[in-house]
């Protein structure tokens, strides 16, 4: 029996992750999870509201994290480089956890229960970005704009991440930024205005 509430939570998402993998998500019960886990079920429910939380445990220290690496960036830097900023100092507890991340990221993906509490969680972030950047200055709607684009290229970067173990997240994250910025100046040349 775990002794800290921290490693009652712990292990209840270890639990959790391998019962998904094993079972699949709607094959498995909190009760199972909190079996596995060496807990009772009160215990699982004094932790998750749900089973689908144990999988988004931790979204509350990320928003608080986004929005203080965004209030915190440097003085003088672009909207998407306040971003990236923020997501690198975000990432590096993603990294650190690669081994819950990763498999996280696959059973969500199966799971249209999951993709859509996903969906939900993302738009509080993106929504915790954006009211971010308006306090350094930025304009509602570009703000709005910036956070919703910025978050897309997040999102690119953990999956090209979590798709080649051999690369780092920030540099996946350098990639995406790099190749918005790159979609934003270039003119496609089909889209190009001729002169008559």
């Not at 921290?6 to 992750?17: K, N, S």
């Not at 306040?82 to 059973?107: G, M, T």
Request: net charge neutral; charged share 30%.
């Amino acid at each position: 029996m775990p002794r800290s509430g921290a490693e009652a939570r712990r292990r209840l998402r270890q639990a959790a992750l391998e019962l998904y993998r094993e079972r699949g998500f709607d094959q498995t019960t909190a009760a199972q999870i909190a079996a596995r886990a060496g807990v009772n079920e009160r215990t699982f429910f004094r932790h998750f509201p749900d089973k689908r939380e144990v999988l988004f445990d931790g979204e509350a220290d990320l928003r608080a994290t986004l929005q203080r690496a965004v209030a915190e960036a440097p003085e003088g830097l672009e909207p998407f480089e306040v971003l990236l900023h923020a997501f690198r100092e975000s990432a590096r507890n993603l990294e650190n956890n690669r081994a819950f991340a990763e498999p996280r990221w696959k059973i969500i993906a199966a799971t249209p229960a999951l993709r859509e509490r996903e969906l939900a969680k993302h738009a509080w972030l993106t929504d915790a970005v954006a009211e971010a950047l308006r306090q350094r200055g930025l304009g509602d709607g570009l703000a709005d704009l910036t956070a919703r684009t910025g978050w897309a290229a997040y999102q690119h970067a953990v999956q090209a991440w979590i798709d080649d173990p051999a690369q780092r997240l920030a540099v996946c994250l350098q990639r995406a930024f790099d190749d918005l910025r790159a979609l934003i100046t270039a003119v496609p040349s089909g889209l190009a205005r001729t002169e008559s």
